[in-house]
Structure formats: structure tokens, C-alpha cells
């Protein structure tokens, strides 16, 4: 009998009969509250009505429109949309079909723009799964270990993982930043330098915000030296952090944003932006691809930035993330296994450590396990698999995160009781 690849791992044994705004109803008869939203893509819930009846109308009208060979009206119009959301200067799209490939189009056109060959990105970062993304992705060696050589001119800086260095946000910022300007004079010259690329928010690195002040940093040195500066919004954009843009946290804008995940609900699409002038030096036909900014997706990002618009998501994504985050500190303060919760909006973290500080992901691992058991669906993340990372829908109502916060406490009990009774008989 054919199988799936035992190499594709997963995280819940749920089989999915069909799914609604927050809820996952499974083939075992069971409904669970779904917290993952497919690793922060259906921003507008499973299945809502508008972009479920755009999508619907699109596949009766055409499907493959293919757009090195003919244009279609969906992808105009979201990139009319598109231009309403976008940072000011950032006035020419490119689509592609996975976050990875558009890194990819990023990095490519870093390097054209720039004309030199080094990527600087930061530890944690997690960029995608192709060859040169995971070339670029330092979250844990098990998205790179394997299959080397991977893609050359790649260098890694420090990121400020305040928590994990154990001093405040501002040491840690300045450490970073001096880290950067160490690799600058010793590594990768800035005129060798092509593009700093960042996530607004380590996603799979551990949920970690990234400070206003390093993003402020990285801008610095980027106009000093004409590098290139990327933002990752692929997991935080479209207002998974409380803001349109994760990167709005800051004061810094890039000169290139990779954005896909969130943008059209689930349908596969993905997206680059940067200026006009940066664009016009890729070289004449170096962007493509058979899928890149398929109608169905396109139609169907059209309409999520419409609910995201009319529905005031980006601001319930910011109030019920506090909502969240709130409950969760509360049940930190009630088990110590917990060392830190963090966050923004409906992209939140909690780090499990233990007793000497260091990474917890047996502990982790076990609760993510026991919420599915409690009917939540969570995600683990970061280098030990030692954070719960929680992503509901934007459209998560306050019923449903205090549903998610009782069942998340459960599963914390049934392991921490499991755990202290293992070890105390
Ligand atoms: C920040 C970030 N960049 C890039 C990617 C890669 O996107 P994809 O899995 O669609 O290739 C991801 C996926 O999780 C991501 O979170």
C-alpha cells in the first residue's frame, strides 16, 4: 500500500473533515479549537463566507490564467489593493506561489539590485525550505542538516534574544547591533553586502518580537552602506501581530517585503514588493514562474483584505491578543515550568525552561501533545522544539481565546501533575 513520506511529520493526529472560522472538525467525530490556523494562514478564519464565494466565482471564470502569458483581473486588482496596505515607496509586486520562493525573488533581486553577493541574516530566522531559503534559515539545523552544499555568500549575525541571554531588551539590542558591525569589519564587507534579512518576528526561532531598535539599527546600516533591507512579513503580515505589518512595531521600512501565508486565507500566494527604481534592475525576465499569482489566489487574497479591512481584523488581532497574552501570564505565574510569554497580537510564545534556565522541549513537546487531547490545536517552535506557539484566526472571538486559555491550562495541569507525580514516585 502507498503511504505518505514517514520524513513528513506531524503535529497532531487530527484528520480534518471540514473546518469553520476558529473550529477544526475532525473525521473522529471530535471539534477542536483551532490555534495553529494552518502555521498562521487562515487569517480570516476556515472558510469564510466572502472568500469562499470569491474563490467559487473565480473557478467558474478561469482558473490558470498564466501571467507571463496573459494578464488577469484578480491580480490587478490585488495588487491595486495590495498598494493601499503597502509602506510608502514600495510600488511594484512581483507574485510567486510559496513564502520561500518570494525570499528567493528577494534575495535574487537584492543581489541585481546591488550588484554583490552576501546575504546577512540572524540567528533564529527561519526563511523557507528550498535550498537557498534553508541556506538562510537558522532556526534549528533540522530544516538545513543533510543535504549540504548549501547556497555560499550566506552570513548569520546574533539576533536579541533578550530571554535567552538573560539580560534586558537594551543590552541585548546593543549587543546585536555591535555583533552586526563586528561581521561587517571582519566577514562580509558591506560593499560585498547585498541585503539584511529579517524577520518583524522570529516565527519558528521561538516567537520572539524583534525589537523596535534593532529593526531601527538594521535601517541605519543599511542606508549607511546601500545594502538592502528585507522584512520576512511572510508569517507576520497582514496583521497577525495587532499591525498590518509586523515591521510597524519599528520606525524602520524596508526596501524589499516578502509577505504570502496570511494574505490570501489559505490559498497558495505569495508576494515580494519594493520600489519601482530597485525592481527595474532585475533583469528583464528574471521573474516568473508557471503558478506565481494564480487567479483563484489572487481572487481569493482580493477578498481577505477586504474582510481584514471591513471586519477591523488587524484591531481585533491586536485586542485579543492581549486578551490572550493576559491569561497566559496568569497561568505562568501559577506554573513554573513556563519562563516566558510574549508576543504581539495573535502571534504569541510561551517558553518552556527548566529549573537551571535552560530550554525545556520534553515539556513542551508533551504539553503541545496534551492540548490536542483537551480539543486546542497548538504548534511547538524554536531551536529545542521548547515554545508553544499560539495562532488563532484573526476573527477569534473573546469566548474562544477564554476556551483556548482554559483548555491550554489543562493540558499544562495534566502534564505538570504527570510530570511531579513521575518524578515524586
Ligand atoms: C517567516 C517565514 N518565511 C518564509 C517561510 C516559508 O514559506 P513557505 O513554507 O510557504 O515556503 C515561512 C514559513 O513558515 C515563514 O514563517
Known amino acids: 500500500m502507498t503511504s505518505l513520506s514517514p520524513a513528513l511529520k506531524q503535529a497532531t493526529p487530527v484528520v480534518v473533515d471540514r473546518a469553520l472560522g476558529s473550529w477544526i472538525y475532525g473525521t473522529d467525530g471530535r471539534d477542536y479549537l483551532d490555534f495553529t490556523t494552518g502555521i498562521g494562514v487562515t487569517s480570516t478564519g476556515h472558510c469564510h463566507p466572502k472568500v469562499v464565494a470569491a474563490a467559487r466565482e473565480q473557478v467558474g471564470k478561469i482558473i490558470h490564467a498564466q501571467y507571463t502569458t496573459v494578464m488577469h483581473k484578480p491580480l490587478l486588482e490585488l495588487t491595486e489593493k495590495l498598494g493601499e496596505v503597502l509602506p510608502t515607496g514600495l510600488d511594484s509586486v512581483f507574485y510567486a506561489t510559496s513564502g520561500s520562493e518570494a525570499v528567493e525573488a528577494a534575495i535574487r533581486l537584492a543581489r541585481m539590485a546591488t550588484g554583490r553577493p552576501n546575504i546577512v541574516v540572524f540567528q533564529g530566522g527561519f526563511h523557507g525550505r528550498t535550498v537557498a531559503a534553508a541556506s538562510m534559515?537558522?532556526?534549528?539545523?533540522?530544516?538545513?542538516?543533510?543535504?549540504?552544499p548549501l547556497m555560499a555568500g550566506v552570513h548569520m549575525s546574533a539576533f536579541p534574544y533578550a530571554y535567552r541571554y538573560g539580560w534586558d531588551e537594551d543590552v541585548a539590542v546593543a549587543f546585536a547591533l555591535q555583533e552586526l558591525d563586528y561581521l561587517l569589519q571582519t566577514r562580509t564587507a558591506p560593499n560585498d553586502t547585498a541585503a539584511f534579512l529579517i524577520e518583524p518576528a522570529l516565527g519558528d526561532g521561538g516567537y520572539l518580537p524583534t525589537p523596535p531598535a534593532f529593526m531601527e539599527g538594521l535601517r541605519?546600516?543599511?542606508?549607511?552602506?546601500?545594502?538592502?533591507?528585507?522584512?520576512?512579513?511572510?508569517?507576520?503580515?497582514?496583521?497577525?501581530?495587532?499591525?498590518?505589518?509586523?515591521?510597524?512595531?519599528?520606525?524602520?521600512?524596508?526596501?524589499?517585503?516578502?509577505?504570502?501565508?496570511?494574505?490570501?486565507?489559505?490559498?497558495?500566494?505569495?508576494?515580494?514588493?519594493?520600489?519601482?527604481?530597485?525592481?527595474?534592475?532585475?533583469?528583464?525576465?528574471?521573474?516568473?514562474?508557471?503558478?506565481?499569482?494564480?487567479?483563484?489566489?489572487?481572487?481569493?487574497?482580493v477578498a481577505t483584505l477586504e474582510v481584514v479591512k471591513e471586519e477591523g481584523l488587524v484591531e481585533n488581532s491586536r485586542l485579543r491578543g492581549e486578551q490572550l497574552q493576559v491569561g497566559l501570564k496568569e497561568i505562568q505565574d501559577r506554573c513554573p515550568a513556563i519562563g516566558d510569554v510574549r508576543g504581539r497580537g495573535l502571534?504569541?510564545?510561551?517558553?518552556?525552561?527548566?529549573?537551571?534556565?535552560?530550554?525545556?522541549?520534553?515539556?513542551?513537546?508533551?504539553?503541545?501533545?496534551?492540548?490536542?487531547?483537551?480539543?486546542?490545536?497548538?504548534?511547538?517552535?524554536?531551536?529545542?522544539g521548547n515554545v508553544i506557539r499560539l495562532i488563532p484566526a484573526l476573527v477569534v472571538t473573546p469566548e474562544e481565546i477564554s476556551t483556548g486559555l482554559e483548555r491550554f491550562e489543562a493540558a499544562v495541569a495534566a502534564v505538570v501533575g504527570a510530570v511531579t507525580a513521575t518524578s515524586g514516585g
Request: net charge negative; charged share 15%; aromatic share 8%.
Open 137 to 148: 534559515t537558522t532556526a534549528g539545523t533540522r530544516f538545513s542538516a543533510g543535504f549540504a
Open 220 to 301: 541605519e546600516r543599511a542606508d549607511t552602506h546601500g545594502i538592502q533591507l528585507i522584512f520576512d512579513e511572510v508569517q507576520a503580515g497582514v496583521g497577525r501581530t495587532g499591525r498590518f505589518w509586523g515591521h510597524q512595531y519599528s520606525a524602520a521600512t524596508p526596501d524589499i517585503l516578502v509577505t504570502a501565508k496570511g494574505i490570501a486565507s489559505g490559498f497558495p500566494i505569495s508576494a515580494i514588493a519594493a520600489s519601482t527604481e530597485t525592481m527595474s534592475k532585475a533583469w528583464p525576465g528574471s521573474q516568473g514562474g508557471t503558478y506565481g499569482g494564480n487567479a483563484v489566489s489572487a481572487a481569493a487574497g
Open 347 to 384: 502571534m504569541q510564545g510561551i517558553e518552556f525552561s527548566r529549573e537551571d534556565g535552560t530550554p525545556d522541549g520534553v515539556m513542551a513537546a508533551a504539553v503541545q501533545q496534551a492540548t490536542v487531547d483537551q480539543g486546542l490545536l497548538t504548534l511547538t517552535c524554536g531551536p529545542a
